[in-house]
């Protein structure tokens, strides 16, 4: 099924992600409203290597951390956040901001639980999941990642978990909220098209040494030689005849 055409040749409609977000296309809405972030830090549960990247996993047996307004209709219940990177510092981020790509990006992962039961469910679906992203741009050591980082020598090969209570996801997040929205898929197999994308605006920071402690990370398990994850960011797809929104002018 795709658009039509006067050729009436049906031509596939792409609605994949990462994308470039070139910002002078973009549309301001004013019908956007501002992100509602409601977390609360006990749902924070564990870190676990799942090969191709680690996931800081929350408790996501009930609304008690979610994210409301935005672009969204209802609130979505947050269940992990992770990151992508680069081999250097010189790329990445998935997203790329007028052809700039950052060091990094982070991905707070949230499902529709007012219309799915689990986020296995609501990937099926267009409006299942909301993920946030934030660009990660090189500057001094940022302490909030570091209390994630200084875990990841428990969780350095494939498979394994550590416990992380009681971490505040919104002291993560950059002071000015505005963003760009645009609808995409899973950024990794299967790529699912069920994503509402709300790229954050503002970056916040990352020191060079902070990323080299993701690249140690390996995607072997304990028992097979050593390879790292040296790299886990996916090129970007085409934009095709979506369009990108802003939250402001
Ligand atoms: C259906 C189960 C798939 C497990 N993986 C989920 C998943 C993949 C990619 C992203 S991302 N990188 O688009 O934020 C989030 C969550
Ligand atoms: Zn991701």
């Not at 307004?69 to 010189?90: A, M």
């Not at 219309?115 to 099926?124: D, H, I, L, M, R």
């Not at 028992?223 to 979506?242: A, G, Y």
Request: hydrophobic share 30%.
């Amino acid at each position: 099924m795709g658009l039509h055409n006067s050729h009436h040749k049906p031509c596939p409609t792409h609605l994949q992600s990462p994308i470039n977000i070139h910002t002078r296309t973009a549309k301001y809405d004013p019908s956007l409203k501002p992100l509602k972030f409601s977390y609360d830090p006990k749902t924070a549960k564990r870190i676990v290597n799942v090969g191709h990247c680690f996931n800081v996993e929350f408790e996501d047996t009930c609304d008690r951390s979610v994210l409301g307004e935005g672009p969204l209709t209802g609130y979505y219940r947050l269940c992990q956040f992770h990151f992508h990177w680069g081999s250097s510092d010189k790329d990445g981020s998935e997203h790329n901001i007028d052809g700039k790509l950052y060091p990094a990006e982070l991905h707070i992962v949230h499902w529709n639980s007012k219309k799915y039961t689990s986020f296995e469910e609501a990937a099926q679906h267009s409006d299942g999941v909301a993920v946030v992203g934030v660009f990660l741009k090189l500057g001094d050591t940022n302490p909030v990642l570091e209390s994630i980082i200084q875990n990841l020598d428990r969780v350095k090969t494939k498979g394994k978990t550590c416990p992380f209570t009681e971490f505040d996801l919104t002291d993560l997040l950059p002071k000015d909220l505005n963003y760009w929205t645009y609808m995409g898929s899973l950024t990794t197999k299967p790529y699912f098209e069920c994503v509402t994308w709300i790229i954050l605006q503002e970056a916040i920071t990352v020191s060079s040494e902070q990323l080299e402690q993701f690249r140690r990370l390996q995607c072997t398990s304990e028992n097979e030689n050593p390879s790292f994850i040296l790299e886990n960011h996916r090129p970007v797809q085409p934009l095709d005849h979506r369009v990108v929104r802003s939250s402001c002018p």
